[in-house]
Structures are given as structure tokens and as C-alpha cells.
């Protein structure tokens, strides 16, 4: 009754959390003109659609598309930057950009951003990719399993477990997700049991893409409970953490992502304490099907 208690209170902050991203619909005009809103009536002549500022009825004949999963004006936006590169020179640095020239001795290359451009001798370029990411996860959904092996530092001294996970991801946009954990642990020790079972919610950043592979971090909070018999501890309390990870798409399996994680968290159950330290060599690996 206490673990129910706990994640319905659990569930509803995310629910609360969560509850302002509501999906918004684009309308692409036959002037190139965008309007991003709530669409909230279709007839035969017209669209009607609320915007952050105001309600506007545009005709049928001035659309264009409408776009439900906010990523046509992705593409439209990627397709004005160009052909964007990646060039790792022989002295080990990088540079992105969007290649202008290229000839036998040299290429120019371009800083999407309007920085600036270099002219770069062919024989001091390493090698080149494309850096266009194809990964589009905008609104999408995943379901999976994480596997994670962490080491719980107590007062008896570090002891390692593992966890199996049943994962629920969402992308609320191009960078930014949702995730809810459900785990069960457990470790023997001598004579002594550790057993874990949490409920986890987290928020994630997408901080880098490189073609199909996204660099992200995030934060968790979540409720635990636990039994150590080395401690003769026996509740449940709330954790908090962080974490870092790596995500990655095959071309073969494109529904599928590939991730290992490293993290830091701390739990409070009853007067106790405890840091938990995800950092071992291969601490943490996750599977996820969108959909």
C-alpha cells in the first residue's frame, strides 16, 4: 500500500511536470509563411488554429501541408543550411561547416552560423563525414529494457548489483525527453541480502548530434525502497540524480536505439543516506523501440 501511495503521488508530479507540453500543430503556407498553434476546427474553406497571441481562420487554398509532428520545418530549415561536414584534421582538430569549394589542393568550408570562412590545404585533412544527423525522434515514443550495474558505497563498504529496467521514453522535441524506470535489484553478500525496487522519473537534454548517434544529460528524482541486511535497513525514501549518455541508431534498425550511461545519484530512506555510483566499465546499457 506504501509503494502504491508513493507512485501515484510520483506519477501525478510528472503528470504536472509534463503537462505543458501539449503538441502543437505547424501550417505551411503557400507563401512560405509558418504558423505553429492548436488547430481547433476544419471545414470545407477554411482552418481554424489558436496561436500564443491570437485566433487566426486561414483558407484551404493558402495551405500548403499542415505539419502534426512539428518536423517538416526541421527539414525545410536543414535543407537552407546545405550540405553540412565534419573535417578532422591531421593536427587533431575539428571543424563544421558547410563545404563552399573543393579543389586538388585546397577547400573552402563555411560556418553554418555566419562565423566565418576558412580555406583549408587538402594535405592536412584527416579524414571528412557528413554531419547532417539523420536521427528524428520529435514526439516519438519508446519502449525497452535497461540492464545497469552500479555500486552501492555504504558503511560496510562498496558492494555492486544489478538491476533490470522496464523503460517508457518520450521526446517532447528535437532535444528534450521524458523518461519513466521501473527497477528491481538485488545482491547476496556473505550472509546478507540487498534488495532494491525504485520507480524513476527523468528529464533529458539532447546536448550533441553526430549523424546517428545524440550526446545527452539529464536529471532524475524518484522513490525507493530498500532492504539491507548488512544495516539492518528496511524503508523507503526518495533519490535524485544524474546522469550521461550516449544514444545510438543503425541504419539496419533504425526504430531501435542502442545507449550506455554513466551516473551519480544520491537516496534518502529513513536516516540513512546512500550515493550511488554508476561508473563502472559498462555501468549501464538500454535498448528502446520508437515508434
Same mark, same amino acid.
Given at each position: 500500500?506504501?509503494?502504491?501511495?508513493?507512485?501515484?503521488?510520483?506519477?501525478?508530479?510528472?503528470?504536472?511536470?509534463?503537462?505543458?507540453?501539449?503538441?502543437?500543430?505547424?501550417?505551411?503556407?503557400?507563401?512560405?509563411?509558418?504558423?505553429?498553434?492548436?488547430?481547433?476546427?476544419?471545414?470545407?474553406?477554411?482552418?481554424?488554429?489558436?496561436?500564443?497571441?491570437?485566433?487566426?481562420?486561414?483558407?484551404?487554398?493558402?495551405?500548403?501541408?499542415?505539419?502534426?509532428?512539428?518536423?517538416?520545418?526541421?527539414?525545410?530549415?536543414?535543407?537552407?543550411?546545405?550540405?553540412?561536414?565534419?573535417?578532422?584534421?591531421?593536427?587533431?582538430?575539428?571543424?563544421?561547416?558547410?563545404?563552399?569549394?573543393?579543389?586538388?589542393?585546397?577547400?573552402?568550408?563555411?560556418?553554418?552560423?555566419?562565423?566565418?570562412?576558412?580555406?583549408?590545404?587538402?594535405?592536412?585533412?584527416?579524414?571528412?563525414?557528413?554531419?547532417?544527423?539523420?536521427?528524428?525522434?520529435?514526439?516519438?515514443?519508446?519502449?525497452?529494457?535497461?540492464?545497469?550495474?552500479?555500486?552501492?558505497?555504504?558503511?560496510?563498504?562498496?558492494?555492486?548489483?544489478?538491476?533490470?529496467?522496464?523503460?517508457?521514453?518520450?521526446?517532447?522535441?528535437?532535444?528534450?525527453?521524458?523518461?519513466?524506470?521501473?527497477?528491481?535489484?538485488?545482491?547476496?553478500?556473505?550472509?546478507?541480502?540487498?534488495?532494491?525496487?525504485? %520507480?524513476?522519473?527523468?528529464?533529458?537534454?539532447?546536448?550533441?548530434?553526430?549523424?546517428?548517434?545524440?550526446?545527452?544529460?539529464?536529471?532524475?528524482?524518484?522513490?525507493?525502497?530498500?532492504?539491507?541486511?548488512?544495516?539492518?535497513?528496511?524503508?523507503?525514501?526518495?533519490?535524485?540524480?544524474?546522469?550521461?549518455?550516449?544514444?545510438?541508431?543503425?541504419?539496419?534498425?533504425?526504430?531501435?536505439?542502442?545507449?550506455?550511461?554513466?551516473?551519480?545519484?544520491?537516496?534518502?530512506?529513513?536516516?540513512?543516506?546512500?550515493?550511488?555510483?554508476?561508473?563502472?566499465?559498462?555501468?549501464?546499457?538500454?535498448?528502446?523501440?520508437? %515508434?
Amino acid at each position: 500500500m506504501k509503494i502504491l501511495k508513493y507512485s501515484i503521488l510520483l506519477s501525478l508530479f510528472l503528470t504536472c511536470f509534463f503537462i505543458g507540453q501539449v503538441k502543437a500543430e505547424i501550417i505551411i503556407l503557400e507563401n512560405n509563411e509558418i504558423v505553429q498553434g492548436k488547430i481547433t476546427q476544419y471545414t470545407k474553406e477554411s482552418i481554424t488554429i489558436e496561436t500564443d497571441t491570437e485566433t487566426l481562420e486561414i483558407p484551404i487554398s493558402n495551405v500548403r501541408l499542415i505539419d502534426y509532428l512539428s518536423t517538416a520545418q526541421k527539414y525545410q530549415q536543414a535543407d537552407q543550411v546545405g550540405n553540412k561536414f565534419i573535417l578532422y584534421l591531421k593536427n587533431g582538430e575539428i571543424i563544421e561547416g558547410i563545404i563552399t569549394q573543393f579543389t586538388n589542393e585546397f577547400l573552402t568550408i563555411e560556418s553554418p552560423e555566419g562565423y566565418g570562412v576558412l580555406q583549408i590545404p587538402i594535405s592536412s585533412v584527416n579524414f571528412m563525414t557528413a554531419g547532417r544527423s539523420n536521427i528524428d525522434l520529435n514526439q516519438r515514443d519508446g519502449i525497452g529494457y535497461v540492464q545497469r550495474r552500479s555500486t552501492l558505497d555504504s558503511s560496510s563498504g562498496l558492494s555492486s548489483y544489478s538491476s533490470n529496467q522496464i523503460s517508457y521514453k518520450f521526446f517532447l522535441s528535437d532535444d528534450m525527453f521524458g523518461n519513466l524506470l521501473l527497477a528491481y535489484g538485488s545482491t547476496a553478500y556473505g550472509d546478507n541480502k540487498l534488495q532494491i525496487m525504485s %520507480f524513476d522519473g527523468r528529464m533529458g537534454w539532447v546536448i550533441k548530434e553526430i549523424q546517428n548517434m545524440q550526446l545527452y544529460t539529464g536529471a532524475s528524482l524518484g522513490y525507493m525502497q530498500i532492504k539491507d541486511d548488512s544495516q539492518s535497513l528496511d524503508g523507503s525514501g526518495i533519490g535524485y540524480g544524474v546522469f550521461l549518455g550516449a544514444e545510438i541508431f543503425f541504419h539496419g534498425l533504425p526504430n531501435f536505439g542502442f545507449s550506455g550511461e554513466i551516473g551519480y545519484s544520491t537516496k534518502k530512506v529513513d536516516e540513512y543516506e546512500i550515493s550511488d555510483l554508476s561508473i563502472s566499465s559498462f555501468p549501464a546499457f538500454s535498448v528502446h523501440y520508437y %515508434f
